[in-house]
């Protein structure tokens, strides 16, 4: 095996140029296929921690006619906040929400926006929620999101009219007095929501000591059931996701395919006119002892190494780029807001050992499979014939 390994080197460096082109084309493919699968990477690492930073924090309880994507549940989604829960709320390891729907009028125009109340002192989410503790005269202090602020056109320090309906049905305005505007990249959070001091919310809707939901950050606690309210864990608040993340692989696969397919052809002519052209070598070898097993083998290590060097070139100028990609990032040329999904505007790739190591194992064996294919020729020669350069 050592000599067969010298002697696929010697041979592939005698090859020159021909050599260099087919381990230039598979280098770029191993970078593509390494560089775009850490993008995916990381985007699912950071949707899901901004997610958990800004939104679900490590579970939530719901109440169990509440329905995010149902706007006619939230007027009646709320509960009396479950006695077990109330010392985690005074620790401030839950940390409760209480939602209403209502209308905004920006500028003589009408919204229906989602009105949460928070407590101004939680530390749970990443809201700037202290900027609600605020004294502002004839209005509600309340903040929003910048995708929400661009689609009302309103700054700090403007007013807006917003009208709810209390518990008992009776409909209500009051302004509201917009004292921060903060960006978030995970939609959920900013568009069609503003922000209000939970005791403030409680008090216009007449539903004093209630909540909708109930965010915990202590994921250790095994979670109880409790009647009237449905926990979600984790897992199940991010599983859409990972159903993005999949979806996107297995497009990305497509891409990964074409430039395997590429480099894969360029190597499986190159060994068949190898094989054409080295058929005296080829009867040389087996005149001098070596079984057609030996040299099948021999050109099938030849072509291996192709992936070898690959490997080696990709590293030397790759690494380089990568470990630069991954403290930039990738910055996408049209605004992630619009997308509708947990993604920031800027994707950092994240890189695992076995995300490269599984790259240069699936391309290797995948060259090496396509490097014995043609070899097989090789066995059904006649070593008279191959000697004299006659094609079979």
């Known amino acids: 095996m050592k000599l067969a390994i010298k002697m696929a080197y010697r041979n592939l460096v005698g090859a020159g140029l021909r050599t260099w082109l087919n381990v230039i084309v598979l280098s770029f493919s191993f970078l593509v296929i390494i560089w775009m699968k850490g993008i995916i990477t990381g985007w699912n690492h950071q949707a899901k921690v901004d997610m958990t930073n800004w939104e679900i924090g490590e579970g939530q309880y719901w109440q169990e006619g509440y329905d995010p994507h149902d706007p006619f549940t939230f007027t009646d989604s709320h509960a009396p906040v479950p006695e077990e829960f109330l010392g985690e709320i005074e620790r401030g390891d839950m940390e409760p929400s209480l939602i209403a729907q209502g209308t905004i ?24 929620s202290y900027k609600l503790d605020t004294l502002v005269t004839g209005a509600i202090p309340s903040i929003i999101g910048s995708g929400m602020a661009k689609n009302l056109k309103v700054n700090v320090g403007d007013r807006v009219m917003v009208q709810w309906r209390d518990a008992d049905g009776t409909f209500d305005a009051s302004e509201i007095f917009i ?3 903060f960006t978030v990249s995970v939609p959920a959070v900013d568009q069609g929501q503003i922000y209000l001091s939970l005791d403030t919310l409680r008090s216009m809707l007449g539903l004093e000591g209630e909540a909708t939901t109930l965010t915990y950050n202590n994921s250790e606690v095994t979670r ?18 990972d159903e993005l993340i999949k979806v996107k692989t297995a497009g990305t696969s497509i891409l990964y395919i074409i430039l395997i397919t590429l480099a894969m052809l360029a190597i499986f002519d190159t060994q068949v006119l190898s094989i054409f052209r080295r058929q005296k070598e080829i009867g040389t070898y087996i005149a001098l002892g070596y ?17 070898v060097l690959a490997a080696l070139l990709s590293a030397a100028y790759g690494l380089p780029f990568l470990a630069w990609q991954a403290k930039v990032g990738w910055t996408m040329p049209v605004d992630a807001s619009e997308f509708g999904m947990a993604i920031a505007q800027t994707l950092y790739p994240v890189y695992s050992a076995g995300l490269v190591i599984g790259t240069v194992l699936i391309i290797t064996t995948v ?8 070899s097989r020729r090789i066995a059904k020669m006649n070593p008279t014939e191959a000697l004299r350069g006659k094609i079979q």
């Open 105 to 128: 009028y920006p500028q003589g125009r009408l919204q229906s926006v989602m009105i949460r109340g928070i407590d101004p002192k939680q530390t749970i989410f990443m809201l700037p």
């Open 179 to 181: 004292t921060e505007i």
């Open 224 to 241: 109880p059931a409790v009647e009237g309210w449905v926990h979600k864990s984790k897992t199940e608040l991010t599983s859409a996701v």
């Open 291 to 307: 079984t057609r097993r030996q040299v099948v083998g021999l050109f099938t290590v030849e072509g291996t190494m192709y992936a």
């Open 367 to 374: 060259t090496a499979l396509v490097s014995y294919w043609p």
